[in-house]
């Protein structure tokens, strides 16, 4: 087995895809620890004194290695033999997607969004479906780690939405140590993974009931949280706590807020702002981002029983306490949801098209985008991961350069942030990254007669009003 570590960290470590998600290291005596690297990602290491004792397969339960199935055939084989499944190729299978809201207090205000994540694992537990809840919930160092929560008053403590980089290997080696029945709560990668470490190990087969999925956009390394808290005074090293999803009131939803603790001239402070007024907050800048994310075609967590994230469609976005998209592809929690609509939360059903515009952009970005950076390692003739997408070198112009400067963003964003360190201000993180932006700009800046029909558009808007 000691030619799969090699395998592995040769093709997805070495290339610059692993997503840290921990799971090689997760195995009896592997040979492997996770470690946050100089770019604040998770990286898995190798223990040469442990090398030659591992007995299990790691390169089977990567998510981006070459060995694994893609997420269509692990949605078949768990989901395809349900009555009422259906399939398309941005939701996976599915039994139904609704879009909605928990009633309940307190889910929707502590949640990110409409609540129905931990709405949902609380359910379990309070129905004795499950003993526990396996999630991400906030520590003093790192930030943020995955734990068991075994009661709703523990699992709350886990709400809202995590930026940040998290490793699964010391949680599943709890779950296999303490019986019980868990459900997991991760992204689409983890939980892809999680599936298909269940394959090699019976122990966690049978003790992992439920695989709740998030909507995912990106993985962060923990230089996005830095960069926020550095731009409202907490300086790195000073950062003790962070809410990436603060409500605001009378604003749209995706008109969020974050906020920050840490010293701040020697003094104990929070601090919070709108996120549109920061300047590493700008999602399609990509600021911090995973490489493998580049390489991901799972936005809806397609592995997982049920998936929530944000419902980011015009009809809902005017309410700032969110709502959520839901895809359920589990009878039993579809069941479930069906049980309390109406009484402790709100659900409207809506159709696959509607679940793809509510991440429209993620989806193009992941797929079309994806095409083309697949085509460009193959014209180049390096290794990358085995995904569902074809190599596609059939898009304008504009669309490869959008494409292109994107992933440059992103590289750039972690040597901007290094020099900032450096240089011991944030300014020079802006420094470093403005010809970046203002070069990406000028490519995706609409065409001129594109801006006139839009400036005319906009009049006629104003007049009927």
């Given at each position: 087995m000691v030619s799969q570590v090699s395998e592995l960290m040769s093709t997805v470590v070495d290339n610059d895809y692993c997503i840290g998600c921990g799971i090689c290291a997760s195995f009896k005596n592997s040979p492997i620890s996770m470690r946050i690297d100089e770019n604040g990602k998770y990286i898995p290491y190798i223990k040469p004194e442990e090398l030659n004792e591992l007995s299990d397969p790691v390169i089977d339960v990567c998510p981006f290695s070459e060995n694994n199935n893609v997420e269509d055939v692990i949605g078949q084989e768990v989901f395809g033999?349900?009555?009422?499944?259906?399939?398309?190729?941005?939701?996976?299978?599915?039994?139904?997607?609704?879009?909605?809201?928990?009633?309940?207090?307190?889910?929707?205000?502590?949640?990110?969004?409409?609540?129905?994540?931990?709405?949902?694992?609380?359910?379990?537990?309070?129905?004795?479906?499950?003993?526990?809840?396996?999630?991400?919930?906030?520590?003093?160092?790192?930030?943020?780690?995955?734990?068991?929560?075994?009661?709703?008053?523990?699992?709350?403590k886990g709400s809202k939405s995590k930026y940040y980089p998290i490793e699964l290997s010391e949680v599943l080696n709890f779950v296999r140590n303490n019986k019980g029945r868990y459900a997991?709560?991760?992204?689409?990668?983890?939980?892809?993974?999680?599936?298909?470490?269940?394959?090699?190990?019976?122990?966690?087969?049978?003790?992992?009931?439920?695989?709740?999925?998030?909507?995912?956009?990106?993985?962060?390394s923990e230089m996005f949280a830095k960069s926020i808290g550095w731009q409202l005074d907490v300086k790195p090293q000073s950062l003790k706590a962070i809410d990436f999803r603060k409500k605001l009131p009378d604003r749209p939803a995706n008109h969020y807020g974050v906020e920050v603790?840490?010293?701040?001239?020697?003094?104990?402070?929070?601090?919070?702002?709108p996120t549109r007024d920061l300047y590493t907050t700008n999602w399609g800048y990509g600021f911090f981002k995973y490489n493998a994310c580049e390489f991901c075609d799972d936005i809806l967590a397609e592995t997982a029983d049920i998936t929530v994230g944000d419902a980011w469609l015009p009809e809902y976005s005017q309410d700032s306490l969110g709502t959520n998209v839901i895809v359920v592809r589990n009878s039993e929690l579809k069941s479930l949801l069906e049980q309390y609509n109406g009484e402790s939360i709100h659900l409207e059903k809506i159709s696959s098209d509607k679940v793809y515009d509510s991440q429209a952009g993620g989806f193009r970005h992941r797929r079309d985008g994806l095409s083309y950076r697949l085509y460009l390692k193959d014209k180049e003739n390096k290794w990358r991961p085995k995904k569902r997408v074809e190599p596609n070198n059939n898009l304008s112009r504009k669309r490869k350069l959008t494409y292109e400067h994107r992933s440059k963003l992103s590289m750039e964003s972690f040597r901007g942030y290094r020099y900032a360190i450096e240089q011991g201000e944030f300014k020079y993180f802006i420094q470093y990254m403005e010809p970046f932006i203002k070069e990406y700009k000028k490519v995706i800046k609409p065409s001129l007669p594109k801006r006139a029909a839009s400036k005319i558009l906009r009049e006629i808007r104003r007049i009927i009003k």
């Open positions: 033999q349900q009555l009422d499944i259906t399939y398309d190729k941005y939701s996976g299978y599915h039994l139904q997607a609704f879009a909605g809201y928990v009633l309940e207090e307190p889910y929707r205000k502590k949640g990110s969004s409409g609540g129905m994540g931990n709405w949902i694992a609380a359910k379990l537990l309070e129905n004795n479906l499950v003993d526990g809840i396996i999630h991400v919930k906030p520590t003093e160092d790192p930030l943020f780690k995955y734990d068991v929560s075994n009661d709703v008053n523990e699992l709350l997991i709560i991760g992204i689409p990668c983890y939980i892809k993974g999680v599936r298909l470490l269940e394959k090699q190990d019976n122990i966690l087969n049978e003790r992992v009931k439920y695989h709740i999925g998030l909507v995912c956009g990106h993985l962060k603790m840490g010293d701040v001239e020697g003094k104990e402070s929070k601090v919070s702002s």
